[in-house]
């Protein structure tokens, strides 16, 4: 089978299409092969070296995909044919086929294309996490979510106004700012704009917001600081490097700063996390957009693309 194997940490151009032996399942595991592939910042920070976590060299890339369970190994309820989206790997998923424990492939349903299974995990899962195991948010609650035409930011924008929240968002194209409003968003702000976090907070009536989705909190969090409401709560999903801040605007609204790595998510909370994605995909509450779309080979030019400021969508890989 063909694969993107990385040898070396570097530019996107350290990806190479390769071909691989087949992988075969053992106890607890299955095959699947995959028909589509989800690009996420993250892989893009691994493959470069900068990542807190190095894989073993070489690797291929990924964790995010969807296919059809090919084979499985023994102690296993998975069957073979089952529509899967996956939340792991052990081979990585930038391949035509993938090894993946059994906890880490769930049944996709009928209603959503491979490509939209493939943006599904973390995308869905950051999101649903970020705004209820960590933020704990509630119906009424006012959320801003940075970056919100990304792929993060379209499920927080779904998961959130299907929950009853008051959502605003930020984007940097005409497009993305559509297409925040068409997710579900009241108000969508243009994060180029240098007053665009003092409209935030007129937005809320000058009272402040309640949850903050903070993707580039090494740009945004000071400022994140200053317009939450009393017991305002900021997740940092995402930062490219240090910030100051003011400890005490913390203080005078008795709020929280709360960091997030998927990565880190126990057993129990993954599988709840799980069972709400699926409900959610299944009657249509959640949505995955797909942006764009690009051949397995082209793995380089899809980490480029993941890290632009304009992000729309998720962008998938097809082996």
Do not use: W
């Amino acid at each position: 089978m063909k694969a993107i194997r990385v040898h070396e940490f570097g530019p996107p151009e350290v990806m190479r299409l390769e071909e691989v032996p087949d992988p075969r399942a053992g106890a607890g595991q299955v095959v699947v092969r995959v028909e589509a592939v989800g690009v996420n910042p993250v892989e893009a920070y691994v493959r470069s070296g900068s990542y807190a976590r190095k894989p073993v060299l070489p690797y291929t890339p990924g964790a995010d995909a969807a296919g059809v369970v090919e084979s499985v190994g023994t102690d296993i309820s998975v069957r073979e044919g089952m529509r899967v989206y996956t939340s792991g790997s052990v081979s990585g998923v930038y391949a035509q086929k993938a090894l993946c424990q059994g906890v880490d492939v769930h049944e996709l349903p009928d209603n959503v294309s491979f490509s939209q299974g493939a943006a599904v995990n973390v995308p869905y899962a950051t999101a649903y996490r970020a705004l209820y195991q960590r933020a704990h948010a509630m119906a009424g609650e006012n959320v801003l979510v940075h970056g919100a035409s990304g792929g993060v930011g379209v499920a927080a924008i779904q998961i959130a106004r299907a929950a009853g929240m008051k959502v605003f968002g930020t984007a940097g194209s005409q497009k993305g700012k559509e297409l925040v409003l068409q997710q579900g968003a009241y108000e969508v702000l243009d994060h180029k704009a240098s007053d665009h976090m003092d409209q935030a907070l007129a937005l809320t009536g000058g009272r402040g917001v309640d949850v903050v989705l903070e993707m580039l909190a090494n740009v945004n969090l000071a400022k994140d600081l200053q317009i939450l409401a009393p017991g305002g709560r900021v997740v940092v999903i995402g930062s490219r490097g240090p910030i100051q801040i003011d400890p005490r605007e913390t203080m005078i609204r008795d709020s929280a700063i709360l960091g997030m790595l998927l990565f880190n998510t126990p057993e129990r909370d993954l599988k709840a996390i799980h069972s709400a994605l699926n409900a959610g995909l299944s009657n249509g509450t959640l949505r995955p957009v797909v942006g764009k779309t690009m051949p397995l080979a082209e793995a380089p030019k899809a980490h480029r693309d993941v890290l632009e400021s304009s992000a729309y969508g998720k962008i998938v890989l097809i082996p």
